[in-house]
């Protein structure tokens, strides 16, 4: 576990109800990792409760805070890309890329200041005193060190053993080069919901020359590229994610 000295700024409003909103964050959060196949071809519908043969139960959003300048963190991607590869069980892992490592060695060219922006709301949330990799925090209630891969399993399966009280129906497609636009449903769903909608890439290789991990080639999964979070004020209704620029999305999902 890595700690990073980072004052902890004052947060602008959306996340002040981080308890309540992220306690919804397994019936409406990543609604599926749908693959985006091309700008005219759309993605089929789902719904994120209910995968393809099995009895309706909880899900689980996995979200690892991350970097490739941490040498305690390679370990945590391997957690999280373990979970995501499982397909049994409605496990839904992400991978946020912090910044604050960038000048300490090695540039992360997967993360953004939006990135820790999100962790810090979950630091206040949690009344933490600061950042630190890797962490690791399922269905928005739950923190601990994301190399402890036991912490994390127990973690999932108890999210998954809360049934999902919303249902939601997606379907993504692309609208433009960098664009990706999500129709949804959702039936059942409180008053204050938010939909959040990740773009993701699927796995990623890089061979860091440089800082704590120069030498290694690093694997990821899931990698965040892309994050939209909106209030959910309809049953129905469309949400949008602008890509990266010059980012090639072959491996893009959602």
Same mark, same amino acid.
């Given at each position: 576990?890595?700690?990073?000295?980072?004052?902890?700024?004052?947060?602008?409003?959306?996340?002040? +109800?981080?308890?309540?909103?992220?306690? +919804?964050?397994?019936?409406?959060?990543?609604?599926?990792?749908?693959?985006?196949?091309?700008?005219?071809?759309?993605?089929?519908?789902?719904?994120?409760?209910?995968?393809?043969?099995?009895?309706?139960?909880?899900?689980?959003?996995?979200?690892?805070?991350?970097?490739?300048?941490?040498?305690?963190?390679?370990?945590?991607?391997?957690?999280?890309?373990?979970?995501? +590869?499982?397909?049994? +069980?409605?496990?839904?892992?992400?991978?946020?890329?912090?910044?604050?490592?960038?000048?300490?060695?090695?540039?992360?060219?997967?993360?953004?200041?939006?990135?820790?922006?999100?962790?810090?709301?979950?630091?206040?949330?949690?009344?933490?005193g600061g950042l630190y990799t890797p962490q690791m925090i399922v269905d928005g209630t739950e923190q601990f060190t994301g190399s402890d891969r036991a912490r994390a399993e127990t973690a999932v399966a108890r999210a998954l053993a809360r049934p999902a009280s919303v249902r939601l129906s997606v379907h993504p497609q692309w609208t433009g080069?960098?664009?990706?636009?999500?129709?949804?449903?959702?039936?059942?769903?409180?008053?204050?919901?938010?939909?959040?909608?990740?773009?993701?890439?699927?796995?990623?290789?890089?061979?860091?020359?440089?800082?704590?991990?120069?030498?290694?080639?690093?694997?990821?999964?899931?990698?965040?590229?892309?994050?939209?979070?909106?209030?959910?004020?309809?049953?129905?209704?469309?949400?949008?994610?602008?890509?990266?620029?010059?980012?090639?999305?072959?491996?893009?999902?959602?």
């Open positions: 576990e890595r700690v990073a000295s980072l004052r902890r700024p004052k947060l602008d409003g959306l996340f002040e +109800r981080t308890q309540d909103v992220n306690a +919804r964050i397994a019936a409406l959060a990543c609604a599926s990792l749908f693959a985006c196949r091309s700008a005219s071809t759309p993605v089929p519908e789902a719904r994120a409760d209910e995968p393809p043969g099995a009895a309706a139960s909880g899900v689980a959003v996995v979200e690892l805070f991350t970097s490739e300048g941490c040498s305690s963190c390679p370990a945590a991607d391997e957690v999280l890309g373990d979970l995501a +590869r499982r397909s049994d +069980r409605p496990v839904y892992a992400l991978g946020f890329h912090v910044d604050y490592w960038d000048n300490l060695g090695w540039p992360d060219r997967a993360a953004s200041p939006s990135n820790t922006a999100r962790q810090r709301a979950y630091a206040h949330a949690f009344g933490s080069s960098q664009a990706v636009t999500v129709d949804y449903e959702t039936q059942g769903a409180p008053a204050g919901s938010v939909l959040s909608l990740a773009v993701v890439e699927r796995e990623v290789s890089t061979s860091v020359r440089a800082g704590e991990n120069a030498g290694k080639t690093l694997r990821h999964a899931n990698v965040v590229r892309a994050f939209v979070t909106a209030p959910l004020s309809s049953a129905a209704g469309s949400i949008v994610a602008e890509l990266p620029a010059r980012w090639p999305h072959d491996g893009a999902e959602v």
